[in-house]
């Protein structure tokens, strides 16, 4: 399975995260997206019209969208779907609300590090609108002595909205006043077989103490 | 009478292991939870370069600063340098330390040689802490709620609340306590109703 990625974007490491976790190994190509571009040159959008990524290709299969690769990840390793019509429905729920994280958060994100011509004031604003709105749902989930987005265990929907939320503080949202997000983002980032991306750690708690290294 | 007294966050949003920020007397305050369950409070500059304490992480009986990795027992003292490990840390490096206490389930932090002991709420559970730009009287025109010594008491729909509120500059935090019966949920979904009504009338 070969994964066209760049390391800094929040949506490919949803899907190196997504594959570490179910044990599916990558064949990672860097491609150029800053300052190169290479996302939108000609030979790149011969591959994905769209010029964006990830993108996933698997033999035949070509994935352009980073829910999708999810999808096909847990499908074929079993699990982490939500069983059950309303388990199966509040995942797409999630996944729908990972794309407004995107334009919100992941905008102000890139605003903040690449310089996108986005209104910073409208996209954080939106931002803090959607932590709102996980926040009170994840406290919710708590009452009911639950810690993840759908039923008992992660699911895509914890994957599909984990990285922006968690990257936030990089355009400039804090996520100080969000104790149940703060204990969701413990919760997976203490998930067997987590890996990291820069500006997202694994619980320091799990590592080994430095000067034991 | 616990006026000396702030509320800083809720218990059960702090189990054994955690640091986490809150805001006292618009002071930055890392609040934190070792292995075997003390709880300190101490100002959210790491006394090394300012990195913030809140971001650090807990080991044992110790937290670490996420920055350079120096180590501070619960006594504030910086007990082990990574860069140094055979040095031990003068007793200056000291992190600021604050009295902190819990009470009914609610975390506070009171003045150096506060004598009093920090409000009780009987028959209240803590429900969750939310924060918001509205200030306390957008917040008691909102709710409906009555003004009590430490914010706004009264009861709803869902069954009894109160709210304590901690004001600072940027922000109002609401700790929100539900009475023993009420509904948690639909409690937790007034109270986003109550922020948004009172941040409308702030922005209008
Ligand atoms: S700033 Fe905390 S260890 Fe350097």
Redesign the interface.
Known sequence: MILYDYVLSASCYKVRLMAALVGERLDLQAVDFHPGREHKSASFRDLNPAGTLPVLVDGDLLLTESTAMLVYLATKAGGWMGSGAVNAAQVQGWLAFSARLGASLGMARLHDMLHYPVDIAAVRRAGVDCL?EL??HL??A??AGRIFLVGDGPTIADIACFPNVALAPDGGVAL??Y??I??WM?AIRSLERFIEMPGIHR???LKP???AV | MGTEWVAVGLSRDLPAGVAMPALWQGRELAVWRSASGKLSAWNDRCPHRGMRLSHGFVRGETLACIYHGWVYGTSGSCIHIPAHPDLVPPATIKAETFLCVEAGGVIWVGAAGATDTPPEFAGYVPLRSVATQADAAALAQASGLEQAAQGLLGSTAAGGVCLILSTSQTKTTIHALAAKEADRVALSRWLDGVVRRAEERVLA
Do not use: G, I
């Open positions: 709102r926040e009170s406290t919710e708590r009452f100080d006043d104790p149940s703060r204990l413990r619980l320091h708690e103490a430095p000067e």
